[in-house]
C-alpha cells in the first residue's frame, strides 16, 4: 500500500490540480523544444508531450485525483493497450497497481458525514488502515458489535460528481498528445466510461448487484459477500469478510484443483452471456479467491457488472456457435448483428477480424480437455489484435457491450494460462450451441 495522500474532493481542488499539471506539460514541452530546435532537430509534439518527466508527472497527478481519470486510464489500458505507446501503457500499468489512500483524518471525516459522530457504536473495531485499494474506493477491515469480521469500502470524497468532467480531462489529454488513432471514434467509449462510472460510483447500486447475482447463481461452489443493509450508503459498502486465498496462487496445487477451478470459472462466464445476461465484467484477478478447505471459489467485487442485452447474448451464441463449426458466413452475420463491422469494411481487414474469432474458439474446437498452459493462446490472440490495431483507418469502434464481453473473457484466458489448466470448454459450451 502506497503513502496517504488527501484526495481532491472539491470541482475547484480538482480543475487546479490538472491545470497545474497541463502548465507542466507546457512549460517542460518548451524547453525542451527549444533545446532540439538548437541543435537542428524538429521534434513533434506528440513527443514533447511524452518525454518521461511529463509521463511520470501524469502519474502522480492522476494517482492523488484517482477516480474517474484513474478508472478511465485503467480501461484504455485494458481496452486499447495495443494503440497505445509503451511509457503511456506503462504509466497505466502503474496507475492499476499503485493507488494511494485517504490521510486517517479524510476517512474519519467521511465515516461521521456518513453515519454520525457516534459512527464508531457500530463496531468493536475499526482498522484506519485500508487493506485494499480500487479506483474510486478503499477498503478498511472492522468487526462488528457482535463481533463479525467485515470489509468496509468506502468511496473517496468527491469521486461521483467529477466523473464527468475528470473523463473528458484525461480524453483531451490523450486527443491533445496525438496517442489516439485519427479515425477511432472514441466518443461511445467514453459516454459509456461515465455511466459505468456513476453505477460504480453508487454502492447502493452494487449492493443491488451482488443479490441479483446470488438470486441467479445456484452452484454452492461458489460464495458471494452478504451485504450490510442496515450500515450501507451510496457511498459505503459494507459486507462480511470472506476468507480466501488469491486465486493466482493455486499455481503450486494439484493439476485438478487447478483444473477444476478454471471450468468452473469458465462455465460461469458462459452462465453470465447466455442465462443469466448478468456479468461482472471486471477480469482483475483480485475479484477471485479461493478457499482451500471448501473448496470454494469467492466471488468479489461487482461494481463493474452490468446487465447483457438479449439480442448481445443471441448475436454471441450464434457466433460461437459458427466458430465451432467454422462456418464463416454465419459469422459474418452474427457479428454484423452485434455490431462489430462498419457499413464498408474492407474485405482483408473483415477476413483478419474473422480469424481472430477463430482463434479465440480455439479451445472450443479441441475435443476433450484444452491445455492453456502450452497453447500460448493468450500471446496469439494478443498478437493477432496488434497487427489488426495497426491498420488505423479500417477501425471501428465496437459496442460497448462487446468491449466489456471481451475483457472478461481475455481475463479468463490469462489465468487460465497462468494456473496451466486444462479445462474442457467444448463441454462447457455445448448447452448453448445453435445450428
Known sequence: MSRAKKVPSSRLSRLTALGGFAAKVAGNAFVDGAKQLSKGKSPSLKDLVLQPKNVEHLADKLAQLRGAAMKVGQMLSMDAGDLLPPELSMLLDKLRSNAQHMPHKQLLSVLESAWGEQWLDNFSHFELTPFASASIGQVQLAYSDKGEKLAVKVQYPGVAKAINSDVDNVATLLNLSGLLPKHLDIDPLLEEAKLQLLVEADYKAEASFVRRYQQHLSDDSFILPTVDEKLSTEHILVMNFVEGVPVETIEGEPQAIRDDVVTRLMGLFFEELFSFKLMQTDPNFANYQYQTDSKKVVLLDFGATRDIPAGISLGYQKLISAGVRKDQEAMVAAARSIGFFAEEICPNYLQQILDIFALACEPLLYDGAYDFGTSGLAQRVKQQGMAINRQQDQWHTPPVDAIFIHRKLAGL???????????????????????
Open 413 to 435: 484466458y490469462l489465468l487460465a494460462a497462468k494456473l496451466k489448466a486444462r479445462v474442457d470448454v467444448q463441454k462447457l459450451f455445448a448447452p448453448y450451441i445453435t445450428q
